[in-house]
Nanobody, 121 residues
Framework: QVQLVESGGGLVQAGGSLRLSCAAS????????MGWYRQAPGKQRELVAIAPSGGTATYADSVKGRFTVPRDNDKNTVYLQMNNLKPEDTAVYYCHAVLKPTGLTYFRTYWGQGTQVTVSS
């Protein structure tokens, strides 16, 4: 049973930093991509950043230059390093992965449980 487990959310002041972690557990054959989405109150869920395996990470314009998505491939883990946080970054952040569980021939999409990030001014 593959699951994505998130951690690292919390309350920070504007200009501060926070690091989210997402670990994929279970029997995994390969990972195509891992990344992050977020959903602010009253808004649609939006892509924050995605890190394709063997490719170049892509970032939303609103976070480019402030956020990065380093990966630890040996641990099937992706991080969201958030620097110079702004109040508009306040949202529930969801980890996202496209991967093949062991024994399957096709990719499946998985979501983390979500973690709250609140940035105060």
């Amino acid at each position: 049973q593959v699951q994505l487990v998130e951690s690292g959310g919390g309350l920070v002041q504007a200009g501060g930093s926070l690091r989210l972690s997402c670990a994929a557990s279970g029997s995994i054959f390969s990972i195509n991509s891992m990344g992050w989405y977020r959903q602010a109150p009253g808004k649609q869920r939006e892509l924050v950043a995605i890190a394709p395996s063997g490719g170049t990470a892509t970032y939303a314009d609103s976070v480019k230059g402030r956020f990065t998505v380093p990966r630890d491939n040996d641990k099937n883990t992706v991080y969201l390093q958030m620097n110079n946080l702004k109040p508009e970054d306040t949202a529930v952040y969801y980890c996202h992965a496209v991967l093949k569980p062991t024994g399957l021939t096709y990719f499946r999409t998985y979501w983390g449980q979500g973690t709250q990030v609140t940035v105060s001014s």
